[in-house]
């Protein structure tokens, strides 16, 4: 049964981060975090959806949902097979438009409209085959995971006949990964606590509550000041023992001798 | 006396040139000539303006004219002297808006309206100065010069002091090279003749037009099809002569070994 992709909707969502420096760090001193918001309607008889964002850190938000709207055409009407069938050669015909790929190609704004509406393409696919996104993929052959890939600015790196030698090479384990992820997780690190804007008090709660819930790695952001960062630093690894991993985060405010010292 | 700038017109402007093919290349197969048009309103005696744009092939150029709405916070009240005081500041106070940087930074659309923005205030510089734009950048001194530049993604390169210290070496000489240039002209290639959507007859027509208004170096577009780019090749050829420059543009289409080939 074809799916048809009947209606767009994008919303334009902010949430007052600033007030609190929730995520702010060396190069991004106050953000509101934000999002361009897509919703795809479909004429599935359950009514599923495809959702996908792209985040923004506030102002210029409502470019990237302007960018989505002139988007809009190249998804509208299309049939989620028509779509799937081939991913890759979808992601080329958005970032392709004659027209269209002046004003990026594939960065900045058009790129981040570009990322909501393939996401929400991925995430309609997904619910419509009825598992997570990471199990849709897993289940994939390597040849139909490979061709989901745009490869032009990749073949330098990796070719597609590469990418399929890589995956046939791992393909008889993979059930055994697969279970390893089900069974203990995927690696991950928090940043809960390390944001740069963030009192002393604050940062040793929350390095607490993220000990709690079973953290091992705490990313902290660096950069602004030399001597406030170590003291930071200081105070995270108090907190968090020898034995857990502690990260730092500069937002490209160093440059490599600094890095480096 | 200080001249402010009090109001900020943006007008989106499109010529159908996809309707005749002129602008086409192998990349941007019918493009839409378009403009994120600037126009800076200000309180000078004889309402001196800026203008400024920034050019797209038509779809997109809406979002050039939304990000110059966004920028104009960054431009509006300000007076021209404290724009022109340093105007690599000025850029970097541009670009460089926390959370707007997010959507660039400095590339795409916001890097487009940025363009479009900077270029209507070296405009309204030049007109409030009496001069011709390019008089005005020759009539600064190496310091002065030296001090318009945002050095951010240069001085890999080239520092300031570099910079100076080669504008210095050669400035005693600066006279005679403007003298030559107002009797000679700055040398120039001319496209007009040389798109790749023009039949054999127009083409020809167009070269024997710019030979007559005296052009010596002819540019045309390659890259759809080998033969064809020969072909046109030796038609422009045949009517330029063999002295004559014969430049091609193959739009980022050809890979290393094609263009060598």
Known sequence: MAIKITDIFVRDIRFPTSQTLAGSDAMNSAPDYS????????DHPRGLEGHGLTFTIGRGNELCVAA???????VLNQTLECLTADMGAFWNRLTGDSQLRWVGPEK???????AALVNAVWDLYARCAGKPLWKLLVDMTPEQLVACIPFSYITDALTPDEA?????????????REQELLAVGFPAYTTSAGWLGYSDGKLRSLVREGLAQGWTHF??????????????????REEIGAERTLMMDANQVWDVDEAIR
């Open 35 to 42: 999002a361009a918001y897509v919703v795809l309607k479909t």
């Open 68 to 74: 989505i709207n002139t988007l809009k055409p190249l």
């Open 108 to 114: 900045g704004v058009i790129h981040l409209a570009t």
């Open 164 to 176: 399929l030698a890589i995956l046939h090479r791992h393909n008889a384990t993979k059930k055994i």
């Open 219 to 236: 990313k902290m952001k660096v950069g602004r000041d030399l001597e406030e960062d170590m003291r930071r630093a200081r105070v995270i």
